[in-house]
């Protein structure tokens, strides 16, 4: 089968705070690929095949959540994956010493911390900046002195925004949850994104934002200010059961782009 590429726009706008005439860039998380992997044992589907689908098919970045409790990407994923794609790597992780370990090791684009529980299904919310200010700031010079950059996850909560001007070095990227408003979308909460991403971005730091997106939640997010890029994962997956990985994430891109 042979698939028609989609270059993506050039890769240094993923660095830079978005300007309002930049494309919003598309990061495809493929643990739900490692799912099904997983729940038969095999050696398929591939990993690797599926983040070459889907950067041929326009993929910024891809995107994987080292969990503690492995239950769907494993170590050697993402080893394999940032020796071999032609793209930048987002490894999400735990504030755990063992992942910055192996963060270290295999040296991603990004990491990303995540607020993380054994029992839950996903991420359940973003993290609480409040308490953990102090630890954050250690975990950021801590990767900038390995060259890897540090994007934060959290709630639409200008509250916890505002700790973000405690910490001594700052984080090179904020994700916005945007998992509430997608569960139950409302004019209210998207506003509340709004305001998080113009906040974000008079911090000076770069402004992304994930969890729960569709084709009709992304529509809302790329006309948002200041939002650089999109974190998309178990809805392309999902749909790539009926239509087709390359499909979904070029019928994605589209959709963003226009």
């Known amino acids: 089968m042979s698939f028609q ?14 300007l309002s005439a930049m494309i919003v860039k598309l990061g495809v998380n493929i643990d739900h690929v490692a799912t099904l992997r997983n729940a038969r044992g095999t050696s398929y ?11 041929d098919a326009g993929a910024d ?3 994987v959540h080292l969990r503690e409790d492995r239950r ?8 394999n994956l940032k020796k071999s794609i032609s793209t930048e790597l987002n490894l999400e992780i735990a504030a755990t010493e063992e992942m910055l370990e192996i963060a270290k090791k295999v040296k991603p684009y990004s990491i990303s911390i995540v607020p993380e529980k054994r029992e839950e299904l996903t991420t359940e919310g973003g993290l609480d900046i409040i308490n953990m200010h102090s630890k954050l700031s250690s975990i950021i010079e801590e990767m900038h002195s390995s060259s890897i950059k540090v994007s934060l996850f959290i709630d639409p909560n200008i509250n916890q925004l505002k700790y973000l001007e405690k910490l001594e070095i700052k984080p090179d990227i904020i994700e916005i949850h945007t998992g509430d408003y997608c569960d139950n979308p409302s004019e209210k909460k998207l506003q509340l994104i709004t305001n998080a991403a113009e906040y974000v971005n008079k911090l000076g730091v770069e402004c992304h934002a994930g969890h729960g997106i569709t084709y009709k939640h992304a529509k809302k997010m790329t006309r948002i200010p200041h939002i650089s890029a999109l974190n998309i994962g178990h809805y392309l997956i ?3 059961v009926f239509y087709g990985l390359h499909s979904v994430v ?9």
Do not use: Y
Not at 7 to 18: A, E, I, S, V
Not at 45 to 55: G, N, Q, S, T
Not at 250 to 258: A, D, E, L, V
């Open 72 to 79: 769907h990407i494993r170590d050697e994923d993402v080893f």
């Open 45 to 55: 589907p591939d990993l690797l095949k599926a983040a070459e689908v889907a950067i």
């Open 61 to 63: 970045f891809i995107t």
């Open 5 to 18: 590429r989609v270059m993506p726009g050039h890769l240094d706008t993923f660095r830079q705070p978005r």
């Open 238 to 240: 999902s749909e790539a």
């Open 250 to 258: 070029k019928t994605m891109k589209m959709i963003m782009s226009n």
